[in-house]
Nanobody, 124 residues
Framework: QVHLVESGGGLVQAGGSLRLSCAVS????????MGWFRQAPGKEREFVAT????????YYTDSVKGRFTISRDNAKNTVSLQMNNLKPEDTAVYYC?????????????????WGQGTQVTVSS
């Protein structure tokens, strides 16, 4: 089991940028596939991006492709989400998640451990 703490959220105008970070404590960080999800008020949790254990493979939901970049630093036990050209519809609580399986990475079922979330608000 690992403990995840997100940071970097805040209020930004449309077109602006934010960089979210997720610090992971626990053993064998490089064994975990990592993901970012978000949940807007009144909506279900939504997959945003995922990155493989080595960092060589990434996958994004269509709405953020070309604007968001997921990355990881296995030496520092961190995963990041660089968000550019933010839109009001990106407003949500963003969560990072860690999993040991390659299944359920989009649905969220494949992740065992979750952070508490960080609020991102994009004003128009």
């Amino acid at each position: 089991q690992v403990h995840l703490v997100e940071s970097g959220g805040g209020l930004v105008q449309a077109g602006g940028s934010l960089r979210l970070s997720c610090a992971v404590s626990g053993r064998d960080f490089s064994s975990y596939t990592m993901g970012w999800f978000r949940q807007a008020p009144g909506k279900e949790r939504e997959f945003v991006a995922t990155i493989s254990r080595s960092g060589d493979n990434t996958y994004y939901t269509d709405s953020v492709k070309g604007r968001f970049t997921i990355s990881r630093d296995n030496a520092k036990n961190t995963v990041s989400l660089q968000m550019n050209n933010l839109k009001p519809e990106d407003t949500a609580v963003y969560y990072c998640a860690a999993g040991l399986t390659v299944e359920g990475l989009i649905s969220g079922d494949g992740y065992r451990d979750w952070g508490q979330g960080t609020q991102v608000t994009v004003s128009s």
